[in-house]
């Protein structure tokens, strides 16, 4: 397999579980204690106080289902060359 294949698989992968990650916490996570770099993050005086970020969530999983999907086709398929 060409290695710059290899280094396109990997980072895919990293990069899928990592957004899945992401996804997770804005769903377990309310805003004002999601990590201030997470866009969504607010001071507990917002008067969305608790509501966690759904759609943001929402958006990471299916980007980083994404990027593990593609990962495993691209592996597949030159696994089967």
Known sequence: MDPLMRVWILSALV??????AIAVTYWVLPAE???T???GHTLSSHPAH????????LVAFILGVTYLSGAHLVSRD???R
């Open 37 to 39: 770099w997470l866009p």
């Open 33 to 35: 204690e999601l990590p």
């Open 50 to 57: 608790g509501h966690h970020h759904k759609r943001h969530g």
């Open 15 to 20: 990069l899928g579980v990592v957004l899945v």
């Open 78 to 80: 030159r696994r089967a």
